[in-house]
């Protein structure tokens, strides 16, 4: 044998739930996709297909109906803790669990004038996520949202970027901006008011999108993140993915026409992908960089 | 040759298109996919490589983007008619045009209460649609909406349904009822008013869907078809199509519990599918039907 | 009621079955997707709830799997019109029966240069189709291929096309060929040998495509329609759908190079869609068809 | 300023190359998609829209074609790190690149019993992919293949692993065995004929797939990589990730009849998911490990 195995892990992915609880005069629809993997003694499944300590992924299926039927199911983070910690307590060769959760996005339809009790309507391709991470010693809880897609049709530049043999990209003071912001975000301070949380972000990132003068995209990102940790003291650290979904001004010199900034071919590919991580900062620290930036601040750029 | 062709068609699709109409004070966007596909002279192609009555696809693309930029685009019905007669005014040989039109929905951000004037937010996968055919002689218009994705908790019912050698199903007096509304229209006595006539459709989807209580799929499609004919005297026709997204009730039993309705499986597959077509109906001829349907209506089903 | 419903129908969609055939040397593995739909007296069910001659989509999923169970399986075709007449036979009031089948590739995967009796690698994207359509007095039997993607590097030209104001496409004798073949056909004379049509259909694409010398895609597809005519007289009539999956030289202009005809973006949309059906012709029209082709075909051009 | 960023990232993604090699007997076809993210000095741009040390996301697009251009392109782990290189450069600034690739699989047309030499039919969902990441001081390369969808009828079976009160899924002896292998591997000692490791990992994937009796998805999953290793030595460390595509026995009970292991529900949700790395191990370590695991090991399960 000239191997050796570093790392294994399973479970099951895509367990989809649907609950209802049934209040007297509305009911709240909870609908989650689950992806669950453990780690733990599991090497003889492999090594030997010896699987007298593998849970059955179609158990762990199971589990989630079960531990669901008589959850309160206040929010995804917190079901998806309780998940991974019935996986620690019950199977003691279990070391870590690993739970990560989708939720699709459901409206109450508007019905004469008020949210329907029981009617709802889809709110599109966005979704609600978390991660939960829970060892015998330690326990982490992220909050997502995937896919929030924003545009807007001015307000927007991007300019004085590198121009060399490679560039062929005018300059442009208006352009259209348009994205799908996705994030991720955990706590400090054992924080559990996540719905409030999320209700938080997201309404910020439409705000700030919405009213920031753009001069790049990684600006407005980094703009976002620091209004959501300005308002959100119990978010320590927040990671965004924006993809740039070009809009690119259609030539139509060659009809004799002039483009009034208002005719665009829409594009999926290629687009640009910006990433950036920002975290709280000691208050100390803060104050010091304060002090530094002031003076390594370019003059007057916006 | 021992073969004819006996139809053929070509064209091009997915032309993308962003529009801005920037007013003073508010920006609107316009966002479209459209496909195109033109019939006519076109044989010699096929037959010999002979292309000179060819319009490459790619002009039709470049013609998309040239009209779009004069145009009010007060609908996309209004621009795929214009569309549409573009083609056979400009070329003799062709004697039928398509275009079919995909918009997406973009729903404004609300900021301080009002609706911003340049910054928008997805509305996820519904789409509206379009459809024109014209001939040297017609002009057919229709509109849709697709994948208008909506639930509801309860109000829905289906029992009575055939019991034999290979029905499982359980009757059922309460549950979920989820699917994808999608449905297409034309209209009678040159209607032009197509947003209207929209956002009346998708109001009266929601709103039935809402409040019918359903002991059917093909029930519910039907008073959703009955109420879009008598609100919207313009429509001359409309077909349903509703796959039905089953939310399967987990079995508790081998876990002790007992499923108090509350806790599904979602599922996308497989899925039931209802289909229906409902006309205006003539006025004289819809007397009589009322006459004989008062004696043949089962007796208080509902 | 100023509404008739015009019609209706109703069924289940994507009820998935896999089946292994097992011979004592080899297994064979049988996969396929399948809609049903079901035309008859169903109206009540949409105007009144009234479910009394409703066969439950869960029951059409059963019947596939129970029907399958002693089925000897030779093709989806075979299957697919055992499983119409099956609803026809059992349902008086089901006037007319609908089946979709669709089968993906599966190959045996090789070992020891021999194909594996019991193990498989999928063949991909490409799928089998096959639909069938009966009433109490007809039958109708199609079948078909989707998505069989092929690509040839050179022997495609286009040019001659149409030049006017809306044209920048630059003519070529030389440019790459994607495209997705899919095709539809029909039998005549009491056909059965399904599977063999199949082979004979897809290694004609194939061959047609590798070897034709191409002046439009348009000239393609019917090459291929014709020596698919000739080579198999079970078929009466063929149509196919080919998108142009276009490879866009990349303009290297700027960079001081020149494209030697081998640098493209390589794009999904916007794509040309071309389609054509061709028949068998009856040999007395053909002759006559010949006659006046032999005049009216332009000199040369090829 | 309470906030820090910890991280930024940004690049173009989903470009997509489509390259010919023109030689005199035949053409060669590259297809890759490609997705580049640059770190360095680009803080400026996310803190004040200071754009003066951005790279363009549209210049990186561009610089994939111009390098393209004049590339041999033996491989995609060759032009990635070729790509990944000239950032680093080109650019001071930039600290590290990472790119990458993916290319789909395209199979020569069988032509006269011989590969045609330009055209190309599609090997399917299947990818080939390599990432390289390198900073000034270092260079990583790994390469991988996506989604190798297999499946086997027999010589697979599951059973002895843990029953407890969240368990129904009964033991199996002979079970569908469908899965769509995805693995990712680096190397060691300087290698660079990527493409014929690539060729032998994949024949070895299908050779143990097809010919391993299998006591669970871990256990093959396993004999392959270790057969990898053996048979790869320039190959250090290799990760795979397995979805379990379960066919699930219909229940044929209800109908009197009973399932002789022959019809499945084909079913993609939900799915086990099984991942493992396997490292080389070094040679003392190796044979200290196997006297151990000589005593160590189960009796005779298998």
Redesign the interface.
């Known amino acids: 044998?000239?191997?050796?195995?570093?790392?294994?892990?399973?479970?099951?992915?895509?367990?989809?739930?649907?609950?209802?609880?049934?209040h007297p005069e509305h009911?709240e629809?909870k609908?989650v996709?689950i992806?669950i993997?453990l780690e733990g003694d599991?090497d003889?499944?492999?090594?030997?297909?010896?699987?007298?300590?593998?849970?059955?992924?179609?158990?762990?299926?199971?589990?989630v109906?079960?531990l669901?039927?008589?959850h309160p199911f206040p929010d995804i983070e917190t079901f998806g803790s309780d998940l991974a910690n019935h996986f620690l307590k019950?199977?003691d060769h279990v070391s870590s669990v690993e739970v990560e959760l989708q939720e699709p996005r459901?409206l109450r339809?508007?019905?004469n004038g008020k949210p329907?009790p029981?009617?709802?309507?889809?709110?599109?391709?966005?979704t609600r996520t978390a991660g939960v991470h829970c060892t015998r010693d330690s326990r982490r809880v992220e909050s997502g949202i995937e896919d929030?897609?924003?545009?807007?049709?001015?307000?927007s530049e991007?300019?004085?970027?590198?121009r060399?043999?490679?560039?062929?990209?005018p300059e442009v003071r208006d352009r259209?901006f348009a994205t799908s912001v996705s994030a991720r975000w955990n706590y400090q301070g054992g924080w559990s008011q996540y719905n409030s949380t999320h209700s938080r972000v997201r309404a910020l990132m439409?705000?700030v999108?919405?009213?920031h003068h753009?001069?790049?995209?990684?600006?407005t990102?980094?703009a976002i993140?620091?209004e959501i940790?300005?308002a959100c003291p119990e978010i320590a650290?927040i990671?965004f993915s924006m993809?740039?979904q070009h809009?690119i001004p259609?030539n139509?010199t060659?009809?004799?026409?002039e483009?009034?900034?208002?005719?665009?071919?829409?594009?999926?590919?290629?687009?640009?992908?910006?990433?950036?991580?920002?975290?709280?900062?000691p208050?100390s620290?803060?104050r010091a960089?304060?002090r530094r930036?002031d003076k390594a601040?370019?003059p007057a750029?916006?």
Chains 1, 2, 3, 4 share one sequence.
Not at 254 to 257: E, K, T
């Open positions: 044998m000239s191997s050796m195995m570093t790392h294994n892990s399973y479970g099951k992915s895509r367990v989809r739930l649907t609950k209802v609880i049934r009911h629809l609908e996709s992806d993997q599991f003889a499944s492999y090594t030997s297909g010896d699987n007298s300590k593998v849970v059955a992924t179609d158990s762990m299926k199971n589990t109906y079960v669901a039927a008589n019950t199977y459901w339809i508007e019905h329907h029981h009617a709802f309507v889809s709110g599109g391709q966005e929030l897609v924003v545009l807007k049709t001015t307000a991007f300019w004085g970027f590198i060399d043999q490679f560039t062929t990209l259209i439409l705000e999108f919405a009213s753009s001069l790049a995209v990684q600006q990102m980094h993140g620091e940790l300005a650290e990671s993809p740039n809009r259609f139509l060659p009809f004799g026409l483009n009034g900034n208002d005719i665009f071919v829409t594009t999926d590919e290629p687009y640009g992908l910006i990433t950036a991580t920002l975290k709280r900062q208050v620290r803060a960089n304060e930036s601040r370019p750029k916006m």
